[in-house]
């Protein structure tokens, strides 16, 4: 549910039921995890994949990034996740990151990735089984179904298991649905208002660093503002972020 403040009522987005049952998930032994490494020839990177994922505006934090890497076929990806962090660890029978980097990897199955443009929302899953916790590295398949791949949707299967090939947990009937931003807030009710030219912020002196880098540029000593520069931004953004300027890579973004 949402709450709806203006109307003050709340929203059903999501429903089903839960049940304890009996029994252990099919594992994957070293065979069958052979046998899906040799459907899946094309090697992926880590990097490779998220920066994918950003030039699609999804800009993940580090508890959504679990893929160290990864191999691809025809309608299948085979992944290998990292192990949860300290702070991680404990926490749930399967961390939510876990659950939604396992979902990233249907969009990894197309043979054709989707337009920037073209949004996927995850609309339905007709069953989630957990057999047991999630801790240590883990490997996780995934599969789209036959047609899986239609105009309006996406649908498929993904399996969790240990690096062991004991099954963690499967998600089953998965089904993302295409759309896109406008059409998510048009449903929301929080379409795009008209643009509306801004007034002129008001003129504020500058810092006493960010004068000397001024200095430095004005001198056409380019590579010395350069540099007083990088470590002023590198210093407002930390402490935007409430960190420390030595934790900030200025060469990563900031996802």
């Known amino acids: 549910y949402s709450h709806r403040q203006d109307e003050d009522t709340w929203a059903l987005h999501a429903q089903g039921t839960f049940s304890?049952?009996?029994g252990r998930g099919p594992d994957?032994?070293?065979p069958a995890i052979e046998s899906i490494q040799r459907r899946c020839p094309v090697v992926v990177s880590a990097t490779a994949f998220y920066r994918s994922m950003w030039k699609r505006k999804l800009y993940l934090g580090p508890s959504a990034r679990w893929i160290d890497r990864m191999v691809r076929g025809n309608g299948e990806v085979f992944a290998w996740l990292r192990?949860?962090?300290?702070?991680e660890a404990g926490r749930y029978l399967v961390h939510p990151g876990i659950t939604d980097s396992a979902l990233q990897l249907l969009i990894a199955c197309l043979a054709t990735e989707p337009p920037a443009e073209v949004k996927l929302l995850l609309t339905e899953v007709e069953r989630v089984s957990v057999y047991?916790?999630?801790?240590?590295p883990l490997l996780c398949h995934a599969?789209?179904?036959?047609g899986a791949d239609r105009a309006g949707s996406i649908s498929g299967d993904l399996?969790?298991?240990s690096d062991t090939g004991v099954c963690i947990a499967e998600l089953t009937g998965v089904v993302l649905t295409k759309t896109s931003r406008e059409a998510v807030l048009r449903a929301a009710?929080?379409?795009r208002p008209a643009q509306v030219a801004a007034a002129p912020a008001a003129a504020h002196p500058p810092s006493a660093a960010g004068a000397e880098a001024r200095r430095a540029f004005q001198q056409g000593n380019d590579i010395e503002g350069?540099?007083?520069?990088?470590a002023l931004l590198t210093a407002r953004i930390s402490a935007t972020l409430g960190g420390q300027n030595t934790e900030l890579d200025g060469n990563e973004p900031l996802q």
């Open 143 to 146: 599969v789209l179904r036959e």
């Open 28 to 30: 994957l032994d070293r």
């Open 159 to 161: 399996r969790l298991v």
């Open 20 to 22: 304890v049952e009996q």
């Open 132 to 136: 047991a916790p999630a801790d240590g």
């Open 83 to 87: 192990p949860a962090e300290q702070d």
């Open 189 to 191: 009710g929080t379409a």
């Open 226 to 230: 350069t540099g007083l520069l990088r």
